[in-house]
Nanobody, 129 residues
C-alpha cells in the first residue's frame, strides 16, 4: 500500500522539543518533495517546512525559522521535522505531504491540498504546561 505515515507527536511543555517523522511505504521518498503542514483548531492548514526532491534544499515558514529543521534519511525512507523551542501556538495536527512536482517546495505555503500526491493522516502536537 502506497502511503506516508506521520509519527512522533505528543505533549510537550513550552520550550521543549519534539521530532516528527514522515515514513513512506510502498515507494521510495528519494526525489520526492516532502512538506510538513499543520492545522490548529479553527484555522486553515498552513505550510511549515519543505524539503525538495531535486536537491534537498529546504524552505521554512517565517514563524518556525531558526526553531524547526527538516531533514531526509534515505536509508530509513523517512523525512524528519525537528522542532525546538516549541511555543503554545505551535500546537496543531501536523501532516506530511509527498509530491513529485518540481516546484512544490517553492510554493508550499500556497499548496492546494487536493493537488498533493499523498497526504498522511497527521500526528497531534500539544504544547502546554
Amino acid at each position: 500500500q502506497v502511503q506516508v505515515v506521520e509519527s512522533g507527536g505528543g505533549l510537550v511543555q513550552p520550550g521543549g522539543s519534539l521530532r516528527l517523522s514522515c515514513t513512506a511505504s510502498g515507494f521510495s521518498l528519494d526525489y520526492w518533495s516532502i512538506g510538513w503542514f499543520r492545522q490548529a483548531p479553527g484555522k486553515e492548514r498552513e505550510g511549515v517546512s519543505c524539503i525538495s526532491g531535486n536537491d534537498d534544499s529546504t524552505n521554512y515558514a517565517d514563524s518556525v525559522k531558526g526553531r524547526f529543521t527538516i531533514s531526509r534519511d534515505s536509508a530509513k525512507n523517512t523525512v524528519y521535522l525537528q522542532m525546538n523551542s516549541l511555543k503554545p501556538e505551535d500546537a496543531a495536527v501536523y501532516y506530511c505531504a509527498a509530491d513529485r512536482w518540481e516546484k512544490f517546495c517553492g510554493s508550499f505555503q500556497h499548496t492546494i491540498p487536493s493537488a498533493v500526491d499523498y497526504w498522511g493522516k497527521g500526528t497531534l502536537v500539544t504544547v502546554s504546561s
